[in-house]
């Protein structure tokens, strides 16, 4: 952070198949070692075969799951007096998104067997529905949030 001034966002540029900022950003973040060429093929292969097992938009399919793994609250730690406490706050925009962004993406790399695509496409058709390990995740910091309920008040 700098002493003076603001620090300024950086611009993503678009997909260009889609034309979507979110899968703009899903690509970079699939991507290993800067090979982004290869992070789009899996991504739109993926949707690919989304296409095939479900039928309708593959894009509207991994919008729905994106919106479904979006967490709303989660717990920060805050400390008070000696003590640290699990604070539950709400999440802001832009984290939501990279939250859901790097759980799909962690929870299709964590599944078992077949090529990377086809376990990113399970993992995509998956949460759309609102199940699998991304939606699994989500669950787990609501409940961690709701669990630690009465130290709200220490909220800053």
Known sequence: MPRKGLVTKRRTPVDPKYGDLMVAKFINSL????KKSKAEKIFYKAL?????????DPFGVFQTAMENVKPVIEVRPRRVGGATYQVPMEVSTFRRQSLAIRWIIGAARGRQGKS????LASEIMEAAQGRG?????KEDTHKMAEANRAFAHYRW
């Open 31 to 34: 991507m290993y070692d800067g």
């Open 116 to 119: 990377m695509e086809e376990k």
């Open 48 to 56: 690919e075969i989304v296409s095939e097992k479900i039928g309708n």
């Open 133 to 137: 390990g991304a939606m699994k995740k």
